[in-house]
């Protein structure tokens, strides 16, 4: 998937512009964005996934922009890992992962398999059973990247 952002502005609130016409372009394999903190690396993550609207500027995926009726097509094509887990930490990690993939419209059977795919790809199939607040840091981050990938998304984006 090649993703075009041109002329992008994102300000929260009344607070200055966190970006401030930024264009570039990620295409096939590893992109990393550097920056200093408070740079506005994350909020471009979550600009890419979707989570937030641009004020200004345009994001194109494959030429297609993330309009209403293009959004769950390109959302569908996206993994997002975020900085902070928003999630239900009582789960398991089978649970969070198998409903990541059922949320992205797999079939139950469908969603127990790409569980079992994105688990063992980020070697928690050991401690699927075990609660998400159980893990340690290093392994909730792996979970997360399970979730991110249980949909086998064209891409993954971090937070």
């Not at 002329?7 to 607070?15: G, H, I, T, V």
């Not at 993939?101 to 569980?115: D, I, K, N």
């Not at 909730?140 to 891409?155: C, F, L, W, Y």
């Amino acid at each position: 998937m090649l993703i075009e952002v041109s002329e992008l502005r994102f300000s929260y609130k009344k607070a200055n512009s966190v970006l401030d016409g930024i264009s570039c372009t990620f295409s096939g394999g590893i992109n990393i964005v550097l920056g200093s903190n408070g740079a506005g690396k994350s909020t471009l993550m979550k600009l890419l996934a979707t989570e937030l609207k641009p004020r200004f500027g345009v994001i194109r995926y494959d030429g297609k922009t993330a309009v209403r009726k293009n959004r769950p097509t390109i959302v569908s094509r996206l993994g997002w890992v975020p900085q902070h887990n928003a999630i239900d930490t009582s789960q398991t990690v089978r649970d969070l992962v198998q409903t990541a993939a059922w949320l992205h419209g797999y079939s139950r059977s469908e969603a127990r398999s790409a569980a079992s795919e994105a688990i063992a790809l980020v070697h928690l199939s050991d401690n699927e059973g075990d609660r998400f607040s159980c893990l340690s840091g290093g392994m909730q981050r792996r979970a997360m990247v399970a979730v991110g990938i249980a949909h086998r998304p064209d891409v993954l984006i971090f937070g």
